[in-house]
């Protein structure tokens, strides 16, 4: 009986200490989760953020970590799907994530963001670009390396008029929180102007094998260009289907489009398409050390919103040290009132989110490579 009794005491003692243990070694890492769509037709918008946290994390451990501890990854896949995005954010929050860098679609962003806000876990997207993110403040945990989108429809029509000298206008969208936002953005900014008319407007389903349909009703609408608001994968059967039919119609689009991946798929029919993106920020140095590190870890170029990820996942992590804990008003704090040099420059979040001074640019697919137009 006292063998027993000996043999019982021991074990519940050993459990104790291993709960303990467990306990600290949890508590001895900085927990950063990182979600996107790391599988499906749009991977390769949300892979480059996981090699950009990779490679931050790596950096910072070596150099000792945040407050005296390592960074731990934590990555969970949401095929930027908003009903897969509530699953992948309750995950990362069981898991004890202390900050998200994602996710990357604004549709499985805003269905993720509310999880996270009731679990005061702040969360910051290289890509989501859906102003009602910020600008609505239901979201005061949420912030971004990109700008929203209004800017970048503002850019896309004053291109379209300004530049291309352009008067009638079709405008597209694949009816997603991203893509029928920047439409409607650009289909507002045109019917104020004087100078430009749409002449078609309609949303496509995404996913659609054929879009003959909508193609046949951009020719016999004259339109001289198309603004679409959407993602590479029904851009680039658009563009083909339209070039097939012999339509040269201008085609401008967004940083859902502005990836290689619609290159390689649309091919030679993407010769000349316009698309928007983050701005060009080759020359920064800490932007070359970071394309480096990324051609020696992976054997390749960065895909697409990787500097925007790398700046985010730096400004995450830098924003603890700052704060001096993971404590949630902390580290917002310290996100809204502490400058860090990043890939994209310095840079701070105003009180929405926003990051100040980052911005969009336009550029045009030529000899097969998206150039920055100047």
């Known amino acids: 009986m006292k063998n027993r009794l000996a043999q019982f005491l021991i074990v519940a003692i050993v459990g104790v200490f291993m709960v303990v243990a467990t306990t600290a070694t949890a508590a001895d890492t900085i927990k950063l989760g990182v979600a996107g769509p790391h599988s499906g037709d749009l991977a390769s918008y949300g892979i480059p953020t996981i090699k950009a946290a990779e490679l931050v994390v790596k950096d910072i451990n070596a150099k000792g970590g945040v407050l005296g501890k390592q960074v731990e990854l934590l990555v969970e896949d949401d095929v930027c799907k908003p009903e897969v995005a509530t699953n992948t954010a309750t995950k990362l929050v069981s898991e004890g994530a202390h900050v998200v860098l994602g996710h990357i679609c604004s549709g499985a962003t ?37 700008a929203s989108d209004d800017a970048q429809a503002r850019l896309e029509v004053d291109f379209a008029l300004d530049v291309l000298k352009l008067k009638k206008i079709a405008v597209l969208h694949d009816k997603g929180d991203y893509g029928k936002g920047l439409a409607e953005f650009a289909k507002d900014f045109l019917e104020k102007d004087p100078r430009a008319e749409v002449v078609f407007y309609e949303g496509i389903t995404p996913g659609a094998v054929d879009y003959s349909a909508v193609v046949q009703k951009i020719k016999k609408s004259d339109a001289e260009a ?9 851009a680039s059967k658009i563009v083909t289907q339209m070039r097939k039919k012999r339509m040269d119609t201008i085609f401008i689009s967004d940083d859902g489009v502005k990836d290689d991946t619609f290159i390689k798929v649309a091919q030679k029919y993407a010769e000349g398409v316009y698309a928007t993106g983050p701005m060009d920020v080759s020359s920064n140095p800490m932007a070359i050390a970071a394309n480096e590190a ?27 040290e700052q704060a001096g804990s993971t404590d949630y008003d902390a580290v917002t704090n310290a996100l809204r009132t502490k400058d860090v040099e990043t890939p994209l420059g310095k ?6 989110g926003d990051a100040i001074g980052v911005g969009f640019s336009m550029y045009q697919v030529k000899n097969g490579a998206y150039v920055e137009l100047k």
């Open 110 to 146: 805003k269905a993720a963001l509310g999880i996270y806000k009731d679990s005061n876990v702040p969360v910051m997207s290289p890509s989501a670009t859906n102003p009602a993110l910020t600008q609505s403040g239901d979201y005061p945990n949420f912030f971004r390396t990109i």
């Open 226 to 234: 198309v603004i679409f608001g959407g993602y590479h994968p029904e």
């Open 347 to 352: 840079i701070r979040f105003d009180d929405r």
């Open 294 to 320: 990324h051609k020696k870890a992976y054997g390749a170029d960065p895909g697409a919103f990787y500097l925007n990820a790398y700046a985010a996942a730096i400004a995450l992590l830098n924003a603890i």
